[in-house]
């Protein structure tokens, strides 16, 4: 989606929602200095928060990524001002947006917004700094020829920005300890002892300035730029629950199934195959392997589906051995699938046939007799059974206005 801010270009956004498309409460994510709305952990943290049931707006600061204007208008003070537009945008369009999270100099951002933004309820930050000025350090080789000149190229991050005076003074208007004294707002502080771009001591400063409640989580070997994805799925996660103190809990309401018993979801124009599947009560992610151009954030279908054949003989198992009162204490069920050539003269059957191959480890005492009728009663699970049954198939098509 494409938003205006106040000075006319038009912001890029994407607006990601959790499986059942009613969020309980919106969020919105601002990158790190030259970064992008693009970047993996940005969206990792955003997953981990849909996958929450939150609405998360992630966009690009002016001058960034795909968004209209020059980099030199995204100076601090327009970093924040994109927020307050942003948030603007969504408090009209959905519902206002509770919860800002920040990374880097987008963090600092944040706080910033938050103070000013009454009904926002919350604030995160990720490797903040706690003074804004800290970033005029990537490009303090080009100050003196700026002064000199007033506008020149500089290298950031390998990448070629042009910036001018008014760019550096926009860094060192604000007194950022003295806003986060001043925001009162539930904060959170996550940081990387290991940070080599912005040091932890910025965490302690903004953390001994912030009024409670405050709560600091410490990135331990995690990189500033959280590239590890283990890292960035954490941030999520603990974003995610460490918010919903401060918001009413409720009971997220399913999207309409068609009175089906599932729905399954793709923005093609947001993800390559990323499929969100929203059940009754529970929601899942299905995706394709890196190999084949999908991003790999959830199993592929075949893999769903062997993980349903596993699942029903496990249960089956447990049941059968209930039953039976037999000593039966753990079951794992191995499975691959593949496709193979047809087989006792089916040639003309131009579909290849599906070989699923199983095998099972039963851990009790039982003696072989048991574990044979075991893998026997296995075979009959109601998922076994479907599949190797003569299916049919009916479908139509749903009115768009659904």
């Known amino acids: 989606m494409k938003i205006e801010n106040s000075k006319g270009h038009l912001l890029n956004a994407f607006l990601e929602l959790p499986a059942n498309q009613k969020p309980d409460e919106y969020a919105i994510f601002a990158h790190c200095f030259t970064c992008s709305s693009s970047l993996v952990a940005v969206r990792n943290i955003s997953r981990e928060l849909t996958a929450q049931g939150f609405g998360v707006l992630r966009f690009d600061f002016t001058g ?7 980099f030199v208008e995204s100076h601090f003070s327009a970093n924040v001002q994109d927020l307050l537009d942003v948030h603007q945008y969504m408090t009209q369009e959905y519902k206002a947006p509770a919860l800002l999270i920040g990374h880097s100099l987008g963090g600092a951002a944040v706080i910033c917004a938050g103070k000013e933004l009454s009904n926002v309820k919350a604030v995160a930050t990720i490797g903040a700094p706690a003074n804004v000025s800290h970033v005029k350090k990537h490009f303090s080789h080009a100050i003196d020829e700026i002064d000199e000149k007033g506008e020149v190229k500089a290298n950031i991050g390998g990448r070629s920005f042009t910036i001018n005076r008014e760019f550096v003074k926009h860094f ?3 007194d950022l300890l003295e806003v986060v004294s001043e925001l009162k707002k539930p904060l ?3 940081h990387s002892p290991f940070d080599k771009i912005v040091g932890i001591d910025n965490a302690e400063k903004l953390y001994k300035h912030a009024y409670h409640p405050k709560s600091f989580i410490s990135l331990d070997k995690a990189d500033h730029l959280l590239m590890n994805e283990d890292d960035s799925l954490y941030v999520g996660e603990v974003i995610g629950a460490w918010v919903k103190r ?15 018993q599932l729905v399954a979801h793709l923005d093609l124009e947001e993800y390559k ?23 790999d954030f959830g199993p592929s279908p075949y893999e769903l589906l062997i993980s349903a054949l596993a699942a029903c003989k496990t249960m089956m198992l447990k049941m059968y051995a209930k039953r039976k009162k037999w000593n039966l204490q753990e079951v794992f069920v191995y499975i691959s699938h593949e496709k193979t050539e047809p087989r006792n003269g089916d040639e003309e059957n131009k579909l290849k046939p599906d070989l699923f191959k199983m095998k099972f480890r039963f851990i009790g005492e039982l003696d072989k ?18 599949l190797k049954s003569t299916n049919y198939f009916e479908s139509s098509m749903i009115d768009q206005a659904l």
């Open 273 to 295: 195959y990323t499929t969100k599947i929203q059940l009754n009560k529970h929601h899942l992610v299905a995706d394709e392997p890196e190999s084949i151009g999908g991003d």
């Open 246 to 260: 401060y918001f009413k809990r409720r009971k997220a309401a399913a999207l309409d199934r068609a009175g089906e």
């Open 172 to 174: 060192e208007k604000t």
């Open 64 to 70: 960034l990524g795909l968004s209209e204007g020059e």
């Open 188 to 190: 959170l502080i996550m």
């Open 369 to 386: 007799e048991q574990k044979e009728r075991l893998v026997e009663i296995a075979g009959k699970c109601p998922v076994h059974r479907s």
